[in-house]
């Protein structure tokens, strides 16, 4: 499991842990493992560090602390290292006498902004600001950051890249790009959520010793193999069909028949006994599927199932999104909504349900329930799915190039909220929600809770989608094959 801390649980841990270090150990710690990834990358860039160029963009905070030790360690192995400081006389006084000790130089901005500096270095390493930051960049701090991007040099973000939020994943203003990030104690949420996290570039996390005094539950987490590992159902040796859960496919319409198919393809991957399908598109989902049971009395007449989907090409159906919500309330059953079944389902009633909800909507989907602009949702991914889990009382998966699952709160407080590793530009193309939906129900009917049917769905639907595309466009059907060959890799530990 990869976990995220808020700014304010990290600053109380580090208070903790340093209280019980010589003062000054912690940055060393940091600026080591920072050297070390500097180390390492000019190796691949410059060949070797000694004789290497290297800029430290440099802040008035302790993240400029970090890049100048990490700095002087560069210096004293041969690097000519240079330190911009944004802010001179802020500069943080024991980082700036070890490069100095080194042999390191000084610029200001002004004088790195006239010169050829930025463009001429091997490594680019970004102090301007960390978890003291908010907001984009500002001042001089900003054209450095334009700069170093225009100059084509790598560039390593220290802990964060630089005028991203650190707790939101937002990015209000000019922002670093890095091609690495190197973060300390814990990941940070502006480094796995979009926009940010396209920002940071690879992430590097350096142990500093904090792990002790961090909170058991994050404010986010990313399932990794292992974990998915633990979750997909198994059947047993006493399983039949009825027994791996049964899930109903309530989708498609005259209109949209392709849809009802591609959610019976996921569901039929997703470890369900068996899919019944009830709604206008049976004869296309049986000539493509089989395996499939078709009813054609609609929601109720489908007979017993584990979970519902509803929504996927249901056009202007609002009679079977009231029907299924009917049908499963009755049953107690959960029940996915998604794509036209968000608009048509009637608020009050999803509130009202009992049984596990989940909400699969895209950002324009969420925006249209939230009633904001499809931006303001894409800037603000995770306060847009914590705002709609706690409006519906559901589960919501927000697509996105980060999906990101959010439950409402409950008794013990609120789950972190999980984001899914495994996203690709790949997986944006039609048809490709409609297999998550059938993919995710197929799971929830197994037995899974919404937050990890969605999140066990979205990270499957991903992997598939990276397996089935190896450097070549795809299509949703394809995205549907081959989730029984990311199901095995990660049954299989590969
Ligand atoms: N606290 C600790 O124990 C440790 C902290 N470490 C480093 O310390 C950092 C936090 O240090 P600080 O609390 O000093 O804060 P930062 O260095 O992150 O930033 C604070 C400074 O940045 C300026 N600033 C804020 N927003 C800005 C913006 N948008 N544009 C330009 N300047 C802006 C502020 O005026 C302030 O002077 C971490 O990110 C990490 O790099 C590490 O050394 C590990 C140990
Ligand atoms: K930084």
Known sequence: MRSAYSVET??????????????????????????AACAQVLGRTAGRVYGSRVVLLVGSGDNGGDALYAGARLAKRG?????????????????????????????????????????????????????????????????????????????IAVDLPSGVEADTGEVRGPAVRADLTVTFGTHKAALLIDPAR????????????????????????????????????????????????VVGIAAGSTRYPGAAVLAVAGALRGGAGAVRYAG???????????????????????????????????GD???????????????????LIDADGLRLADPDVVRSRTAPTLLTPHAGEAAALLGVDRAEVESARLAAARELAERYRATVLLKGATTLVAAPSGRDGTAPVRVNPT?????????????????????????LSARDAGSVGAYLHGLAARRGAVGAPLAAQDIASAVPDAWRDIASGS
């Open 79 to 155: 690097a000519g290292v240079t330190a911009v400081l944004t802010a001179p006389e802020k500069a943080h006084s024991g980082g700036l006498a070890a490069l100095r000790r080194a042999g390191g130089r000084e610029a200001t901005t002004a004088e790195a902004l006239a010169s050829r500096l930025i463009d001429a270095a091997d490594l680019v390493v970004d102090g301007i600001v960390g978890i003291g930051g908010h907001g984009g960049l500002r001042g001089s701090a900003a054209p450095l950051a334009e700069r170093a991007a225009a100059a084509g040099a790598a560039v």
């Open 317 to 335: 159906d609002a009679d079977t999104v009231a029907e299924v919500l009917d049908v499963a309330g009755e049953a107690d059953v959960p029940v």
């Open 280 to 314: 206008p598109a049976g004869d296309a989902v049986l000539a493509r599927y089989p395996e499939t049971l078709v009813s054609d009395g609609g929601p109720r007449r489908a007979g017993r199932v584990q979970a519902w989907v509803v929504g996927p090409g249901a």
């Open 423 to 447: 996203g690709t530009p790949w997986l944006a193309t039609a048809g490709s929600g409609d297999v998550l939906s059938g993919l995710a129900g197929s799971l929830l009917a197994s037995g």
């Open 10 to 35: 990290v600053r109380a841990a580090e208070r903790e842990l340093m209280a019980r270090l010589p003062e000054g150990a912690l940055m060393q710690r940091a600026a080591a493992g920072l050297a």
């Open 198 to 245: 396209e920002h940071a570039g690879a992430v590097r996390l350096v142990d500093i010793g904090l792990d002790p005094w961090l909170p058991e539950r994050p404010e986010l987490e990313a399932l990794q193999h292992a974990d998915v590992a633990r979750l997909l159902p198994r059947p047993g040796a006493e399983s039949d069909k009825y027994r791996r859960g």
